[in-house]
């Protein structure tokens, strides 16, 4: 059925904007936030095509994190150490950005600390890890200022009640958040500023003329601006943009009263991860099981990952105890062989801000700033 709209619902919602955004994720919320702050007069709209952010802002485990040790040396390795020390400047500056705009009671954040954990298996990557942590210290030092970033603290392996497990690394600058809180202090701060947020309006093309006329589910919009901020999902409306999908699978347990434990956990160069949420164990992970089966723009959960999860969790994390699993979920990453997020203009009037790597939370605020930033250098 067309859905028709009375005058004043033209006047009001679908006149001409300034800037439309689409996606109401991470970076999303953020674009639209510091146009907002730094010109308030522009009349901004953001377009949603679920009842919720669709990809992962909403899905994500809550790390604010920048890299375990182990991820960052194969990194190095592959992309350099100065593209390296670039993107952790980065991450690093986006929790700030997070944190400074919401402050942490919103998001609940808390800095216990992260480890990077290493199995019975696991000798050889261990020893370059552990080799590795007076150089990432050295080199990372300018970043936090403090020679200490990564320690061994693998005499903390008792304590925390793990089995396999022969090895961990601490870094003392890693926190977590409730993700739910955070998408939620956005919105409502964006919507306090003015912007109108469109949700289940799917957007279904575009054509540029002397403005951008949007065909979306519910209606056409007009705008002199758009940000597309569409992350994985990025291909299916810019098929230029090389941005691949990357699920992630996570499962959260029943509360745990004696849950030993407080603080973010990496393993396997943080393709698993897990943490402390309400007294509960949440993990995910999985993606490098079969990384193609898992470039899926598809939320359902699959049973392979979700077996080595649990296998993870019974035998290394909480051994010996039957647990059960109150939620599974997966959400949607983008993915590219360059490491930093894509944040281009493509014309006089299209933008483009995507591809966090699995690092949305951290990088989020700052990419949703930066193509900000290029819209208000053409305005």
Request: glycine share 8%; aromatic share 10%.
């Amino acid at each position: 059925m067309q859905l028709t709209f009375s005058y004043w619902e033209q006047q009001t919602f679908f006149s001409t904007y300034d800037v439309i955004i689409i996606g109401s994720g991470i970076v999303g919320l953020n674009a639209a936030l510091h146009l907002k702050i730094e010109k308030p007069s522009l009349k901004i709209a953001i377009v949603e095509r679920g009842i919720l952010p669709s990809g992962a802002s909403t899905k994500n485990a809550g790390f604010a994190c920048f890299g375990s040790v182990s991820e960052l040396m194969n990194d190095i390795k592959t992309n350099g150490e100065e593209t390296v020390y670039r993107l952790v400047e980065k991450r690093v500056l986006g929790l700030k950005t997070l944190r400074n705009h919401l402050g942490d009671q919103a998001i609940s954040y808390e800095q216990y600390g992260g480890y990077e954990l290493f199995l019975e298996d696991d000798q050889a990557i261990q020893e370059a890890s552990f080799s590795a942590i007076h150089y990432l210290n050295k080199l990372l030092k300018p970043i936090f200022g403090a020679p200490a970033i990564f320690t061994d603290s693998s005499d903390k392996i008792t304590d925390f009640g793990f089995q396999k497990t022969r090895g961990l690394i601490f870094n003392r600058f890693e926190g977590q958040i409730d993700t739910g809180k955070m998408m939620q202090a956005l919105m409502l701060k964006v919507r306090s500023l003015g912007v109108e947020i469109f949700n289940q309006c799917e957007v279904q093309a575009f054509e540029r003329e002397d403005l951008v006329s949007i065909r979306t589910s519910i209606g056409v919009f007009k705008s002199k601006k758009v940000i597309f901020a569409t992350n994985a999902f990025t291909s299916q409306l810019l098929p230029e943009a090389e941005i691949l999908p990357g699920r992630g699978q996570v499962l959260v347990t029943e509360p745990i009263p004696d849950l030993k434990f407080k603080g973010t956990f990496h393993y396997d160069e943080g393709y698993y991860y897990f943490r402390n949420i309400d007294g509960r164990i949440l993990l995910g992970g999985g993606r490098n099981l079969n990384f193609k089966a898992e470039e899926s723009f598809d939320l359902e959960i699959t049973q392979p990952v979700q077996e080595r999860l649990e296998l993870l969790l019974s035998e290394v994390i909480y051994p010996h105890k039957n647990i059960r699993i109150d939620y599974r979920w997966s959400g949607i990453m983008g993915f590219g062989e360059d490491l930093a997020p894509l944040i281009i203009k493509i014309d006089d009037s299209i933008y483009l801000a995507a591809k966090c790597n699995g690092m949305g939370v951290a990088l989020g605020s700052l990419t949703g700033k930066e193509v900000a930033e290029l819209v208000l250098n053409d305005i």
